[in-house]
Nanobody, 123 residues
Framework: QVQLVESGGGLVQAGGSLRLSCAAS????????VAWFRQAPGKEREFVAG????????GYADSVKGRFTISRDNAKNTVYLQMNSLKPEDTAVYYC????????????????WGQGTQVTVSS
């Protein structure tokens, strides 16, 4: 079956960096668009960044533009989220999600999800 497994979360001070990874199995990964979402306590899940199957197209939430970079390595069935200049408001559980064709910022359009990885940014 399809599995998405996130890793790389942790505790970091404000201004620091983390790189999240999303490893996929059970699907033809190179044909799927992938996105990162996050959910803070008491808040709705929100779109963070997305990347097309070929890496030709990427998109970011305004809150992370210029600080986060999404990339993928189809040979390794993995998508990455490089997070720099982290802020306390970036604290959340981060999820990766996959869907065919193009990315979208709407979480209910994604059939496949990982279990999430916690990112905590201290001030």
């Amino acid at each position: 079956q399809v599995q998405l497994v996130e890793s790389g979360g942790g505790l970091v001070q404000a201004g620091g960096s983390l790189r999240l990874s999303c490893a996929a199995s059970g699907l033809i990964f190179s044909t799927y668009a992938v996105a990162w979402f996050r959910q803070a306590p008491g808040k709705e899940r929100e779109f963070v960044a997305g990347i097309s199957w070929s890496s030709s197209s990427t998109g970011y939430a305004d809150s992370v533009k210029g600080r986060f970079t999404i990339s993928r390595d189809n040979a390794k069935n993995t998508v990455y989220l490089q997070m720099n200049s982290l802020k306390p408001e970036d604290t959340a559980v981060y999820y990766c999600a996959a869907r065919g064709i193009a990315t979208t910022s709407h979480p209910n359009q994604y059939p496949y999800w990982g279990q999430g990885t916690q990112v905590t940014v201290s001030s």
